[in-house]
T-cell receptor
């Protein structure tokens, strides 16, 4: 069975500082990996995704993530956070094409940005 | 990008009544829609998967008679919470996928259901 772990429940970062959110997954085959952001009371917005190819993936809003198969990780990074980046971030893994696209989400990491 | 719209965004209902939540794909045809439930400060849990024109597939532990899902067209799926109780209060989110082989799904903005 696939699973996703986000070890950090909360992260507080100062505006302008760098941010890294951890994500570890468990899946038997090559996973399809996603990062989503959720603002309070809102749905999910896709930040980036990894299917194959270059293991460093660029997303929207200045985010990037690196797939490391040896570590079963897909950590999200941003060099300089903005106050508007305060939100909940979810890592998700999917089983790939033709398998129903049932996404399994991590528990989420809430990011607080200090002025 | 593809847009998925949920309606209503918030609803308050009395215990024992039924509530319908709509999920529409605005600029693409959604062969598959997914319904998730999210408790406060928790992650999303998949409730069911619905394919257009067929019965929904429910995840283990989800009562299909309580959470009725209809996917009658390629742009609309509905979730009806029947005989709602306070413990059904939650944030419900749908997502939609355009093609069976397409892994990426697009999410609606969610519906906050409060049962009083």
């Amino acid at each position: 069975a696939q699973s996703v772990t986000q070890p950090d429940i909360h992260i507080t970062v100062s505006e302008g500082a760098s941010l890294e959110l951890r994500c570890n997954y468990s899946y038997g085959a090559t996973p399809y990996l996603f990062w989503y952001v959720q603002s309070p009371g809102q749905g999910l917005q896709l930040l980036l995704k990894y299917f194959s190819g270059d293991t460093l993936v660029q997303g929207i809003k200045g985010f990037e993530a690196e797939f490391k198969r040896s570590q079963s990780s897909f950590n999200l990074r941003k060099p300089s956070v903005h106050w508007s980046d305060a939100a909940e971030y979810f890592c998700a893994v999917g089983p790939g094409r033709g398998a129903g696209n049932k996404l399994t989400f991590g528990g989420g990491t809430r990011v607080l940005v200090k002025p | 990008g593809a847009v998925v719209s949920q309606h209503p965004s918030r609803v308050i209902c009395k215990s024992g009544t039924s509530v319908k939540i709509e999920c529409r794909s605005l600029d693409f045809q959604a062969t598959t829609m997914f319904w998730y439930r999210q408790f406060p400060k928790q992650s999303l849990m998949l409730m069911a998967t619905s394919n257009e024109g067929s019965k929904a597939t429910y995840e283990q532990g989800v009562e299909k008679d309580k959470f009725l899902i209809n996917h009658a067209s390629l742009t609309l799926s509905t979730l009806t919470v029947t005989s709602a109780h306070p413990e059904d209060s939650s944030f419900y989110i749908c997502s939609a996928r355009s093609r069976p082989g397409n892994t990426e799904a697009f999410f609606g903005q969610g519906t906050r259901l409060t049962v009083v």
